[in-house]
């Protein structure tokens, strides 16, 4: 994990709607949801539903799967804690002496 690609992962759930989004993936693991599914359950419209997907594809927090005709969208759940960890690496290591340069 690097300082960029989590910064994209915590930029894409820092959106209320992508982290509903992500949160419903969630509840629903492993399955996943259809794109319909989750419109439904959040009530929103398709257009900005498959923008705010594509925004988390794009930052590896959900997995698309066609399955005929239709998306299947499962939370990579696996990343999200890549990211947690990333930012918990140097959780109470104690940080180097500050001197005063002037």
Same mark, same amino acid.
């Given at each position: 994990? !690097?300082?960029?690609? +989590?910064?994209?992962?915590? %930029? ?16 629903? +693991? ?34 698309? !799967? ?8 499962? %939370?990579? !759940? ?20 500050? !001197?005063? %340069? +002037?």
């Amino acid at each position: 994990m !690097t300082s960029d690609s +989590a910064a994209v992962a915590l %930029a894409a759930l820092g959106h209320p709607a992508r982290l509903a989004v992500f949160r419903l993936l969630v509840r629903a +693991a492993p399955d996943g949801l259809l794109v319909g599914e989750i419109a439904a359950h959040l009530d929103m419209p398709l257009s900005t539903l498959a923008h705010h997907l594509r925004s988390l594809k794009d930052a590896g927090l959900v997995a698309q !799967t066609r399955q005929g005709r239709e998306v299947r969208n499962s %939370a990579c !759940t696996e990343e999200l804690r890549h990211v947690l960890d990333f930012l918990l690496t140097d959780c109470c290591a104690g940080l180097p002496a500050v !001197t005063d %340069a +002037a």
